[in-house]
């Protein structure tokens, strides 16, 4: 909160206006104070790291700005703490400065909460790890990921193929139980086909794709693929084809987001030299 100066006895009272220091100028990788903790969001080549903005994790959101060393910048700004805790705000600071990377870069982001011990460390990272880091941003060079996941009401595909296969109609003096284990083993197993005919209907449109469990009784299928951004309309007029040929399976499609799923880097830190990684 900015003071007011009181005048003192016996000056003049013709001047009683406040005096407001001007706000401090963001931090840069030339103002920024070098020994403290610096929150990581990803990582790009060093020729022409964007300019953000304010838009770091933090109470009142932090200036992003680039650490550069051998060739590599790495997206850094001051550190709320030592630790960052997944709240909201700060996961969606995270997403926003990801997001903002991506647009016309290759990013190798980094995982939520990862903290540094000080602007030093990020640069010794990026000399120790350089090759590395280097070989990934190669194999992730003009990609970025889309996600798909697909749901299912198992009792809907059931009745579907009751209706399309007579042999799946109860048989007369089948026990129930024995009946409903044959219908369950025939939708697992048209369940199966469908996703994999999904599966290679799209991985020809992808330099990669990747399987995640699925989260929930009701998600059949949770993949990421990594596409090149010249290859995002077609990809997903195929998703969108694939879709449209199905009412028995719920579709969600998202990004493009940074390549998560595809990155698999240690960064080589010891304990004592960072904090949350």
Known sequence: MPRTTRPRKGAARSDRRTSQAAPPSPPTAETAAPDGPRYLYGILRADAPP?????GVG??????????????????????????????AHLLG??????????????????????MASEAQVRAVLRTAHDALSDVLDALEGKVELGLKVLWHREHLAQRLVLEDARLHRRDAEPEAEHERR???????RAGRDMRALLDGLRPRAAATREHPPVGERM??????????????????????LAARSDTYTFRFTGPWAPYSFVDVRLGLRDE???GT
């Open 51 to 55: 300019d953000v903005g304010r838009i």
């Open 59 to 88: 109470a009142v959101p932090s200036q992003v700005y680039a650490v550069s060393e051998a060739g590599l910048a790495a997206m850094v700004s001051v550190a709320p703490g030592r630790v960052v805790d997944p709240t909201r």
């Open 94 to 115: 995270h997403q926003r400065v990801t997001e903002a990377l991506l647009h016309g870069h290759t990013v190798l982001p980094v995982a939520f909460g990862t903290v």
């Open 183 to 189: 219908l369950e083993a025939a939708v697992e197993d």
């Open 220 to 241: 059949l299928l949770n993949t990421a693929f990594l596409v090149e951004r010249a290859r995002l309309e077609s990809f997903e007029a195929k998703v969108r084809s």
């Open 273 to 275: 030299d960072a904090v």
